[in-house]
């Protein structure tokens, strides 16, 4: 049997066939090296392992050796699908290590042929090959499904190519965990800390998730990319974090504030700005900006710098309109909620004074939507995840 490493030479293919894999393989690389989203890696994984073996269908599963369950979030023909990890050839594959090369699964004992009932698929030949962590640990496997050529039936040599793409999707989806894992601590840690600031003031953890997707949908409707939009959603709940150097003699005051407790007051945007500045991670450097800036106004008469229009960072501007939105909806120490029709004549009112305009045009435009996320956090209700 060839090794990997001399696949291409031995290959019954011809040159041009071995150049063609090749650049699938670096193609698929620098798609899968820049993904952050679970179920497009594996789908470009289950992609990957497709062309190579020209297969109908490609499915990458991962274990989860503490639920002892084989899980894939997507593949060619199916949706999640979850199943007991000494199951079927993917089961069998992941126990022991085996790769397995079978032309007819129907005359193989370990086929599980749950899967093919319930999409009403008919498998026939599959390649089946375990991928490892860094430290040798099985933690998935590669399955391609049914050889689209006249033979019908799988090759040593896509055996042996496909062993090649499961060391690169052992490596990929490991290094993909690890990072996702510290990106997931750091949204856990903003939210919670955020609920921190938010607690202080009296005021529930549903405002923040309220602001938060609100300015996502916000971000999304005026033409930012999804990528950038998530970002905000993420940072947008440390907007008042600073509120926890406040006293609460200021902070918690049910009346007017007088004019020089409103300068303490606003100190907790600059308080917040400092907490992330010197951060190099990118969510809180996003997130030092939002706290600077979400009471910055169009007009320039704002603070803490007294930015105007333009100069006020757009994930200021987006948060502004969110958190008003949601503050003035809302019961607070100092007032009651105000009706929706009062809060959409004020933001009418201060398009392009307070807000940037074209924001409160989208806003408004779209009110139904954003109406929608108030009333699936409403405060006192039990808390949604």
Excluded at 149 to 171: H, R
Excluded at 277 to 293: D, F, G, M, P, V
Excluded at 353 to 360: I, M
Aim: contains cysteine; glycine residues 6%; aromatic residues 8%.
């Amino acid at each position: 049997m060839p090794t990997s490493s001399n696949l291409f030479m031995n290959n019954k293919t011809s040159g041009t066939n071995s150049d063609r894999l090749l650049a699938v393989i670096f193609e698929y690389m620098a798609k899968i090296s820049v993904e952050t989203n679970i179920k497009k890696m594996v789908m470009n994984l289950a992609d990957l392992g497709k062309q190579l073996v020209a297969a109908d269908r490609c499915s990458v599963w991962l274990h989860e050796a503490n639920e002892k369950i084989l899980w894939t979030v997507g593949g060619h023909g199916v949706k999640k699908i979850s199943i007991p990890d000494d199951s079927g050839i993917v089961g069998h594959c992941v126990k022991t290590g085996e790769a397995l090369l079978i032309e007819d699964a129907y005359s193989d004992q370990r086929f599980n042929r749950k899967v093919d009932i319930e999409t009403g698929y008919h498998t026939t030949s599959i390649i089946c090959i375990p991928f490892h962590n860094a430290e040798g640990e099985i933690i998935g496997a590669f399955q391609a499904i049914n050889k689209q050529t006249e033979s019908q039936v799988f090759s040593i040599e896509d055996l042996e190519v496909l062993k090649i793409a499961s060391n690169f999707t052992g490596k990929s989806l490991e290094a993909f965990i690890l990072r996702n894992e510290l990106v997931e601590t750091q949204k856990e840690i903003i939210v919670r800390m955020g609920e921190i600031g938010e607690s202080r003031s009296q005021e529930t953890g549903f405002h923040v998730k309220r602001v938060a997707k609100y300015s996502y949908l916000l971000a999304c409707l005026s033409g930012i990319s999804e990528a950038e939009a998530l970002k905000l959603k993420y940072a947008s709940p440390m907007h008042d974090i600073g509120k926890v150097a406040i006293p609460d003699s200021i902070l918690l005051k049910p009346g007017k504030l007088t004019e020089n407790e409103f300068e303490i007051m606003k100190q907790h945007t600059t308080i917040g700005h400092n907490v992330f500045k010197k951060s190099k991670r990118e969510l809180l450097q996003i997130a030092a900006i939002i706290a600077n800036e979400h009471h910055e106004r169009w007009d320039g008469q704002g603070y803490p710098e007294g930015k105007r229009a333009e100069d006020i960072h757009i994930y200021g501007r987006i948060t502004a309109v969110a958190d008003v939105f949601d503050a003035l909806g809302s019961d607070r120490v100092y007032k009651k909620a105000w009706p929706l029709e009062k809060i959409t004549a004020y933001m009418k009112e201060e398009r392009n004074k307070q807000f940037d305009g074209r924001l409160v045009d989208i806003f408004l435009e779209n009110l139904d939507q954003f109406i929608l996320i108030r009333d699936e956090f409403v405060d006192g209700s039990e808390e949604l995840v």
